[in-house]
C-alpha cells in the first residue's frame, strides 16, 4: 500500500478554535481522521505530521522521499515566503500537492503569492476540509 504523507504548518494545530468563519469548526485530529479514511477507500495508507516551525517541515519533507509516495502539504504561511520549503519540495522528486482550506485568493494580498506552488504538481484551495480529500484523488490519478 502506497503512503501519502499529510503535513500542516503553523496554526494549524490551532483548527476548529482559530477563526472557524474561515477555516471551519473541525479540529485537526477530526479532519485528519477524514482523510485516513479517505484515503484508505482509495488504497493508500497515511502518515500525519503538523508543526509550527519551518526547519521542522523541511526535514519532515526529507524524510518523505525515503518512504512516501506524495505529500499532500498545507504550509500555512510559510507557503508566501518560504523559499527553504519551495526548494525542500524541489528536492524531494515526488509529486507534493499544496493545500489550503480557505479560498486563498480571495483574502489579503499577501495571500495571492504562492513561492511553493511552482515546484508543487498542484494546487487546491477553498473548498475547507475536502480541499485534503480532493488532493487525495489527485494523487490517486498521478500515482
Do not use: W
Not at 6 to 32: F, M, Q, T, W
Not at 35 to 62: C, M, P, V, W, Y
Not at 74 to 92: C, L, V
Request: glycine share 6%.
Amino acid at each position: 500500500m502506497k503512503k501519502i504523507l499529510v503535513i500542516n504548518g503553523p496554526n494549524l494545530n490551532l483548527l476548529g478554535e482559530r477563526e472557524p468563519a474561515v477555516y471551519g469548526d473541525n479540529s485537526l485530529e477530526k479532519i485528519n481522521a477524514k482523510i485516513s479514511d479517505s484515503a484508505k477507500s482509495l488504497g493508500f495508507e497515511t502518515d500525519f505530521f503538523q508543526s509550527n516551525s519551518e526547519g521542522a517541515l523541511i526535514d519532515r519533507l526529507h524524510e518523505a522521499r525515503l518512504d512516501c509516495a506524495g505529500v499532500i502539504l498545507n504550509a500555512g504561511a510559510y507557503t508566501h515566503y518560504s523559499y527553504a520549503i519551495r526548494d525542500a519540495i524541489s528536492a524531494i522528486k515526488i509529486p507534493v500537492i499544496e493545500v489550503h482550506l480557505s479560498n486563498v485568493d480571495s483574502r489579503e494580498e499577501f495571500r495571492k503569492t504562492s513561492v511553493i506552488a511552482p515546484v508543487c504538481k498542484g494546487s487546491i484551495s477553498g473548498f475547507g476540509e475536502y480541499s485534503y480529500l480532493l488532493a487525495l484523488d489527485a494523487l490517486k490519478f498521478l500515482l
